[in-house]
């Protein structure tokens, strides 16, 4: 079958890999200069099933509300004068209660752990490397509130059988000497299981061992609409012409939603924005030696290879995608707080990306109401952690074979 995928982002190359190896013909477009310009470019570089959950949980309103006169607050509510902004607060504030959490959490769960074990298989069939390490993230609480907030997250972990182990502030001091002595830290919770990585290298590297073995990928080609033909989709317009296909895959993040409401279909997926620093060359001593992930800041420390990158901010603002320095002051400070001796901190390079969320956490995979047009949007903070799971279910539903696990929760029908 031929199948156009499109979007040239972890998500949309992960799954043209999996399509690719079930034998159709694979053709992927893309308006960057090449694959994971955009939100998978430079994300904190986590792949943590541990982690993945969503934002809407209890007492995130009052939270939100206490950090909106902040500067450096790790979220950042920016009100525009658009109802899909609204639309979207609205629903994310009716996933706050204890219930919706918990059934949020669990088919997030799901995909992750899944995900996490496509993403080890793919790697031990192709051997790509992407400054790839298997060392596990730390996540530090400096406030006994906050270890206090980190117990009650490992019970749910346990429910979900996730290793994990709560330390104390020495032990996760051994587990990352680097960390600055004066940090307090009042305890910790480690996920050693969970891994690290370039999202943009895999996404690279992927994409140039599809090209060899046959798959299309068409660059600086802007897509303007998915063209219906009754109830099929007849073709993808693009600045380029028209292209068409079997069967036709989105995987086009956060802007998705601007060309599938012609299509009758509306999804509740908004940008929000995060910013991230990266360190060319760390001091091996200086620098952590797998993740640390501060609770406090909500900034996440990784060393990839030889670099050091950190990140964070969630800013609820609209699709504008500048770097501004100043903004990402917050999580500059806190990489430089916890690690000072990582690096030349004068020396960075700033990026921002948006992150496709959905309100309640999941992402939307598969069916639509059109027979040839398959979801794989909305993986949010966790798209690199989920890509690899969500391109074999894709690529399932595409082969018409059961995926390996429930899509309960994660399809548009299956919504509730
Ligand atoms: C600061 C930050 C830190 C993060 N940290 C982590 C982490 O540690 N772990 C984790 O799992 N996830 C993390 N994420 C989330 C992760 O990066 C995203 O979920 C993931 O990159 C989304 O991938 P995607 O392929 O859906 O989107 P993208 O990478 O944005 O891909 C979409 C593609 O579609 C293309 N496109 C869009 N519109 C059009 C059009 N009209 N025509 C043609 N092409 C188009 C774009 O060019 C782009 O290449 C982080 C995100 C941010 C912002």
Known sequence: MKVLVLGAGVVGTACAHYLSGDGHEVTVIDRQAAPALETSFANAGGVCPGFAGPWAAPGMPLKVMGWLFKSHAPLLLRPRFDPAQWRWLAQFVGNCTAERFAHNKARMQRIAHYSKQCLVELRSATGIAYDEGTGGVLQIFRTEEELAGGRRAAAVLERFGVVHRIVTAQEARALEPALAADVPI?????????????????????????????????????????????????????????????????????????????????????????YA????????????????????????????????????????????????????????????????????????????????????????????????????????????????????????????????IDLDGLTLVSRH
């Open 186 to 274: 009042a305890g910790g919770l480690h996920l050693s299981t969970d891994e690290t990585g370039d999202c943009h290298l895999f996404t690279a590297r992927l994409a140039e061992r599809l090209r060899a073995s046959g798959v299309t990928f068409h660059f600086d080609t802007r897509i303007d609409a998915i063209m219906r033909e009754g109830d099929r989709i007849g073709g993808i317009l693009t600045n380029r012409g028209l292209f068409t296909a079997d069967c036709y895959v989105v995987a086009l993040g956060s802007e998705a939603p601007f060309l599938l409401r012609p299509l009758d279909i509306t999804l509740p997926i908004y940008p929000v924005k995060g």
């Open 277 to 404: 620093i990266t360190l060319d060359r760390v001091r091996d001593e200086g620098a952590p030696r797998s993740s640390v992930m501060d609770e406090h800041s909500k900034v996440m420390v990784t060393r990839l290879g030889a670099r050091l990158r950190a990140a964070g901010v969630a800013e609820v603002g609209g699709y504008d995608r500048s770097a501004d320095p100043s903004k990402a002051a917050g999580v500059l400070e806190a990489a430089r707080m916890l690690f000072p001796r990582a690096g030349d901190y004068q020396q960075v390079s700033y990026w921002a990306g948006l992150r496709p969320m959905t309100p309640d956490g999941p992402p939307y995979l598969g069916p639509t109401p059109f027979a040839n047009l398959f979801l794989n949007l909305g993986q949010g903070s966790n798209g690199w952690t989920q890509a690899c799971g969500c391109g074999r279910i894709v690529a399932d539903l595409v082969g018409g074979r059961a995926p390996a």
